[in-house]
């Protein structure tokens, strides 16, 4: 089955610098990708997608790169603000049928003001 | 509101007592899916349902563990005799799939998690 691996667990940034989350999978059929923040407490949600047929996705200061070949996508973050602190989750399946996605360990993303 | 709803959002029992957890979908929502949340891990998947068939159920689900979704519509996960290996938030999440092979599958939309604590 799918294997995901999460790079750093934990990041500390300057307000305004850029953040930058890895992840690598292991099943080369996976080719649904979602992102999602989890702030304390709450539920995770996604911030961004990317589906296989695409190497790059960008919405606003976010963004999440693709490389099929080597089994690796991250995030981007770009500006980072106070409120960006959070738990960031990466997660690799496949549609159809989306039923088998499996989760990173998860990153600590804490911005400082 | 009408994202997708747990609960009890927490629940504290003691070991070998059974336990009931409810979810409700968002209502256009066909598919609806079970994990499990430890601390400091992601979401790891227990099982799922397409309407009420339950297709898939991870090895995490033990035999004390069943989910039910009779109408399609809200589902119940039961954990029997807990243990405090069963200590963790169980979140729900649901998608709309298109298509009769599911060709086309939407987000997962995450509940808010009930946090079971096992004494």
């Known amino acids: 089955g799918e294997n995901v691996e999460q790079h750093p667990s934990t990041l500390s940034v300057q307000e305004g610098d850029s953040a930058v989350i890895k992840c690598t999978y292991s099943?080369?059929?996976?080719?649904?990708f979602p992102w999602y923040k989890q702030e304390l407490g709450k539920r995770p949600q996604l911030i961004i997608d990317i589906r296989s047929n695409v190497g790059e996705k960008k919405d606003q200061r976010i963004a999440v790169t693709l490389n099929k070949t080597a089994k690796h996508f991250s995030l981007h973050i770009t500006e980072t603000q106070p409120e960006d602190s959070a738990v960031y989750f990466c997660a690799a399946g496949r549609i159809p049928p989306n039923n088998d996605m499996r989760f990173g360990a998860g990153t600590r993303l804490t911005v400082k003001p | 509101d009408t994202g997708v709803s747990q609960d009890p959002r927490h629940k504290i029992t003691k070991r070998g007592q059974n336990v009931t957890f409810r979810c409700d979908p968002i209502s256009e929502h066909n598919r609806l899916y079970w994990y499990r949340q430890t601390l400091g891990q992601g979401p790891e998947f227990l099982t799922y349902f397409q309407n009420e068939a339950q297709l898939e159920k991870s090895r995490l689900l033990s035999d004390r563990f069943s989910a039910e979704r009779p109408k399609g519509s809200f589902s119940t996960l039961e954990i029997q005799r807990t243990e405090q290996g069963d200590s963790a938030m169980y979140l729900c999440?649901?998608?709309?799939?298109?298509?009769?092979?599911?060709?086309?599958?939407?987000?997962?939309?995450f509940g808010p998690g009930t946090r079971l604590t096992v004494l």
């Open positions: 999440a649901s998608s709309l799939v298109y298509g009769s092979t599911g060709g086309r599958a939407d987000t997962q939309y």
């Open positions: 099943d080369s059929a996976s080719n649904y």
